[in-house]
C-alpha cells in the first residue's frame, strides 16, 4: 500500500506560477512512475506530466513549455512546476504512482489539491 499526498495548488493570476509537490510513502526508486492529471468541472480526468523511474518525462500538447516535473528521491516527492498558467489550467490535479511488482501493476491516487487561476 502507497499512500500519496498532494500540496501546493492554491490561488494565482493569470501569468503567474505555482509549484506541486507528490509526496509518496515509498521510495522512488521502486515505484515505476508518477504523474499529475487533473480535472476541471465537467471534464474527463486527464494526464498532465508524468516521470518514470528512468526519469523520461512526457507533456500534455498544452502544458508542454510551461510545466516541468521533476523528482526528488531524497524526499519522496514529485513536483510540478507551473508557469504562465492561464484560466484554461484551473482544475483539480491529483498525483498517481505507478507500482510494479513482477506481472501486477497498481495505481495509487492522492486526493487532489484545487488550482484556480483567475484575476
Known amino acids: 500500500q502507497v499512500q500519496v499526498v498532494e500540496s501546493g495548488g492554491g490561488l494565482v493570476q493569470p501569468g503567474g506560477s505555482l509549484r506541486l509537490s507528490c509526496a509518496a510513502s515509498?521510495?522512488?526508486?521502486?515505484?515505476?512512475?508518477m504523474g499529475w492529471y487533473r480535472q476541471a468541472p465537467g471534464k474527463e480526468r486527464e494526464l498532465v506530466a508524468a516521470?518514470?523511474?528512468?526519469?523520461?518525462?512526457n507533456y500534455a500538447d498544452s502544458v508542454k513549455g510551461r510545466f516541468t516535473i521533476s523528482a526528488d528521491s531524497t524526499k519522496n516527492t514529485v513536483y510540478l512546476q507551473m508557469n504562465s498558467l492561464a484560466p484554461e489550467d484551473t482544475a483539480v490535479y491529483y498525483c498517481?504512482?505507478?507500482?510494479?511488482?513482477?506481472?501486477?501493476?497498481?495505481?495509487?491516487w492522492g486526493q487532489g489539491t484545487q488550482v484556480i487561476v483567475s484575476s
Open positions: 515509498r521510495r522512488i526508486f521502486s515505484i515505476n512512475a
Open positions: 516521470i518514470t523511474s528512468g526519469s523520461r518525462t
Open positions: 498517481k504512482v505507478t507500482v510494479v511488482v513482477g506481472p501486477e501493476e497498481s495505481d495509487y
